[in-house]
């Protein structure tokens, strides 16, 4: 093949993923533009004839989806925090220790770990739910978090495993040189390099803790903590297709998307550093 036909393949291969993403991406405006719009719109002009910008807007879905959701965001936001903390309190010490130190039975428990990660933990809830109603954790937020540590911290071990295995060495034994130990050096050395790791660690972790349903539905009542996911599916499960308050879904939808949205934004530098040590 000849550096012609090299280029010409290079070019359309390029032209390809840009026309993919550019489909992808205005799709997803699409979509959105369209749930904004629906959240203005009353009920009986969301029935009517199809349109795109609300004819008599109104923040009637806002306000009253606000109103229903507002403890439940308290609640998403606690578990969602506390899934993140002891994630990484359990995460960042473990894979430290699979990534830079040997010992017996390493290689083994490392894969007992991540073997967590293939079991469809669909097939927990009935196990956890009996054994957190002998404990008293059935119902209660360090319940909930307790809970989500199942999948998260295995996988949060993992990618954090590989992170600090590609920090050069050289550099935590200059800092034990120059008279740090072994705790100050991972502490003022190893802790900032892997920053980006550890803050896209918390963010998956903090994600899930705010966007589960199956745990959330299933480990909360009514009476309890139940995390804002939940009272959406509510929303959606009110009565028959034409009974929904399709405006009030949509507005719901968006103030549960808002927070991650925005601590996305807020980490985004980390979480596109994370993986190129």
């Known amino acids: 093949m000849s550096t012609d036909d090299f280029d010409v393949t290079a070019v ?25 719009s629906v959240s203005f719109m009353p009920p009986s002009e969301f029935f009517g004839a199809p349109h795109i910008i609300p004819q008599n807007p109104t923040l009637d879905a806002w306000t009253s989806g606000f109103e229903e959701l507002q403890d439940n965001l308290v609640n998403s936001f606690l578990i969602g925090l506390g899934t993140t903390v002891v994630a990484l309190a359990i995460s960042i010490p473990g894979a430290y220790a699979f990534a830079r130190k040997e010992f017996y039975g390493k290689r083994a428990g490392f894969y007992a770990i991540i073997s967590a990660m293939m ?24 319940g909930m978090i307790i809970a989500y540590q199942v999948f998260v911290t295995p ?3 993992w990618i954090l495993r590989d992170f600090f295995a590609k920090l050069p060495t050289d550099i935590e034994e200059a800092a034990q040189v120059y008279g740090c130990t072994q705790f100050t050096a991972f502490l003022r ?23 589960d349903f199956l745990f959330a539905n ?19 499960g009110g009565g028959s297709g034409e009974r929904v308050y399709w405006g009030k879904l ?12 925005i601590l996305y934004l807020v980490a985004r530098n980390y979480l596109e550093n994370a993986f190129t040590v």
């Open 155 to 157: 996988f949060a071990i």
């Open 250 to 261: 949509m507005a719901e939808t968006l103030i549960i998307g808002t927070p991650p949205t």
């Open 12 to 36: 359309t291969l390029k032209a390809t993923t840009y026309g993919v993403i550019s489909f992808l991406v205005l799709f997803n405006l699409v979509v959105l533009a369209f749930i904004f």
């Open 189 to 211: 050395v190893i802790l900032p390099l892997a920053t980006p790791g550890i803050v896209a660690v918390g963010f998956l972790a903090f994600l899930t803790g705010w966007n």
């Open 119 to 142: 079991f469809p933990y669909i097939l927990l809830v009935i196990p956890i739910m009996d054994l957190w109603n002998d404990l008293g954790l059935y119902n209660t937020i360090p």
């Open 218 to 236: 299933l480990l909360t009542t009514g009476t309890g903590p139940v995390p804002a996911v939940p009272v959406l599916y509510g929303t959606i």
